[in-house]
């Protein structure tokens, strides 16, 4: 059967575009540089311009289009650069909030911790990675696209010491739940992400004088991501997964 | 997790077993019916030793038999790249382009291969990027075809096959349940179950369901010091609403479910619940265990199985270690053949479902 030209040309203008916060190092970097052999075009930020010159180096050897942005997602001018950049690509079709606080450290007890310190916390870990939803929002109706935010063990658990991080995730986890119901009618799907404990920049700081060359890198996660990836958005919204866990579960049909 | 007291050693799972017990061609291919194979029953009674055609007869009416519909590719493939010619042996699809695959010297010679990452394999005229080691499973690397692997192992694939047999022609490697294409190897339990075993156990009052679960390679010895830290590849599966309501019916019953295959023990632990087994669909990579113990089912219809594989340790989870090594030490006796083309062997829980779960009750409280 012959497929008419103009389907072809549809077809070969419709290349994924991922925002990945955070990209600078750790996950972010893992996972910014998978979805370039992936073949998504990326926009990256973190704070460090440095690091994040790095990674856009070794992403440009994929041939993908790269842009790094450094900056605080914080400020609501540099999300507005962000959306503009993934806009001018042809429009955002996988949002990551991975930039991630994790407070004062050594982690304080609760009844001890700083509550203007908290609110910074709250500002990354929350209310930032919905703003960056909201203004996306126009773009990710347009690819049908999925947001994954990521959450963390502690916000469940009640560990000792990481109620001021894991509460901010636990909120988070909260958000990613409704925005699924909510954002379902639009075609836009939104899944929590829980990647485990794992050998990063943050999780040093948070273990500050302890020996944490036991856990595994970040890239331990990237088989759950090429799973993920080639899972039908909408199938998986609303689902809380953990990377490293034994199962990966999508809705049972038949 | 389990305590220390849990941990099974790699060294328990050791065992001597002559090179000959081995069946290097399927029985069709020694003038022989698919079925004319044995059958060794084991439980914490005993052994006993019988045909593959008296199954229906070893089983009660209400019992529940559940079968992998899982059907085999042809997942090898010749490669060629900076080491010369290789072979590539897909495990774990992502999409079409993007799988865990196992680079090895030949199908007889396993790596690892000195490979790097972003070196590149031709198939035919396609190219694999290799880009990262899997995690954890170092022999295996996430790879990138610029080709779907479909058309490639359409094009270039057979069965993935050992030094112990050649490659036979994909049919061999079907089961009658075989229906949806996924695994790499062959979910081989069910291979003697011919359409006159089948017709013979449903018309005794045994039931068939069944699952898929696409499976990957299958693990090589097991590498690290106690069992339970062998880490394995996810594998995609489905435990359909029909299939758990089965299975929840044969327990409430009092009858009993025979797993078809560690592929079938894989799914339906996988979905299990503490209430009873529910539909379930997904990735798993849950590796059954003695720590973990097995709970939806009571009995597995299985092959023989090599020294130190975690298959030994899902058998272990199931009828203890002492049953298994006494089993696998009357098998050798006997001269039972190993391998995908050898003789059965059905494995019991004992004491059974129920009464294993009230002494678990029991000693927790």
Redesign the interface.
């Known amino acids: 059967m012959q497929i008419p030209d103009f389907a072809e040309a549809e077809v070969a203008r419709l290349r994924n575009i991922a925002l990945v916060t955070g990209a600078g190092r750790g996950l972010g970097r893992v996972l910014a540089v998978?979805l370039a052999?992936?073949e998504y075009d990326l926009v990256i930020t973190a704070r460090t311009r440095a690091e994040l010159e790095e990674v856009a180096t070794s992403i440009r050897r994929s041939g993908v289009r790269v842009s790094a942005l450094p900056g605080d997602i914080n400020d609501p001018g540099h999300r507005t650069r962000l959306l503009s950049e993934t806009s001018r690509m042809g429009g955002v079709s996988l949002l990551v909030n991975n930039a991630s606080d994790i407070g004062e450290t050594p982690l304080p007890e609760l009844a001890k911790a700083s509550l203007e310190r908290f609110r910074i916390t709250l500002e990354t870990n929350l209310v930032s990675p919905l703003a960056l939803i909201q203004d996306a929002l126009p773009q990710l109706q347009q690819t049908h696209g999925m947001v994954v935010n990521i959450t963390s063990g502690a916000s469940q658990a009640g560990y000792e010491r990481w109620g001021i991080y894991g509460s901010s995730k636990a909120g988070l986890d909260l958000i990613s739940k409704t925005l699924a119901t909510e954002l379902k009618p639009l075609g836009i799907s939104v899944v929590a992400v829980d990647p485990g404990d794992m050998r990063t920049q943050m999780h040093q700081e948070a273990f500050s004088n302890e020996d944490i060359s036991d856990r595994?890198l970040p890239?331990?996660?990237?088989?759950f991501w090429?799973?993920l990836t080639?899972q039908d958005p909408l199938v998986v919204s609303g689902k809380r997964y953990r990377a490293q866990g034994?199962?990966?579960?999508?809705?049972?049909?038949? | 997790m389990g305590g220390p007291s849990n941990n099974l050693k790699r060294e328990e799972l050791f065992f001597d077993r002559p090179a000959e017990l081995f069946a290097s061609s399927p029985p069709e291919l020694r003038g022989k019916a698919r079925d004319d194979v044995r059958l060794m029953v084991s439980s914490l009674k005993g052994t006993t030793h019988h045909a593959f055609t008296d199954l229906p007869d070893l089983l009660t009416p209400g019992d529940l038999l559940v079968v992998n519909e899982s059907a085999t590719l042809p997942a090898s493939l010749p490669a060629r790249g900076r080491l010369g010619n290789i072979r590539l042996n897909l495990s774990?699809k992502?999409?079409e382009n993007?799988w865990?695959a196992e680079p090895r010297w030949s199908s007889e010679q396993p790596g690892p291969l000195p490979l790097q990452k972003d070196e590149l394999l031709y198939i035919g005229e396609s190219r694999a990027?290799l880009?990262?080691p899997?995690?954890?499973i170092p022999r295996l690397w996430?790879m990138?075809f610029d080709a779907p692997a479909s058309e490639l192992m359409a094009r270039y694939g057979e069965p993935i096959h050992y030094s112990h047999t050649p490659a036979y022609p994909i049919e061999t490697y079907q089961t009658i349940f075989s229906r949806s294409p996924g695994s790499v190897e062959m979910p081989s339990a069910a291979r003697p179950v011919t359409p006159r075993i089948r017709d013979a156990l449903l018309g005794k009052g045994i039931g068939i369901t069944g699952i898929i679960l696409h499976a990957g390679v299958s693990s090589l010895e097991i590498e690290t010091e106690t069992v339970e830290s062998q880490v394995l590849?996810?594998e995609s599966f489905?435990?359909?609403?029909?299939t758990a309501n089965a299975v929840n019916s044969t327990h409430a019953r009092g009858n009993r479910v025979i797993a078809v295959g560690t592929t079938v023990v894989r799914a339906l632990e996988?979905a299990w619940a503490s209430d009873g087994l529910?539909?379930?669909?997904?990735?798993?990579?849950?590796?059954v265990h003695p720590g973990i113990g097995v709970h939806a089912l009571d009995g597995l219809l299985t092959g023989f199985h090599d020294p130190v594989t975690s298959h030994l340790a899902m058998l272990s989870a199931i009828a203890g270690i002492d049953c298994v090594k006494g089993a696998y030490a009357e098998a050798v006796q006997h001269r039972y053949l190993w391998h995908e083309f050898g003789d059965s062997h059905l494995i019991l829980r004992k004491p059974t479902r129920e009464a294993f779960n009230l002494m678990k009750y029991s000693a927790n409280n």
């Open positions: 998978f052999g992936q595994p890239e331990v996660t990237l088989p090429a799973w080639n034994m199962l990966w579960e999508v809705p049972a049909t038949t | 774990t992502f999409s993007l865990a990027l880009f990262q899997y995690p954890g996430l990138h590849c996810p489905r435990v359909p609403f029909a996988t529910r539909a379930c669909a997904g990735s798993t990579s849950l590796y």
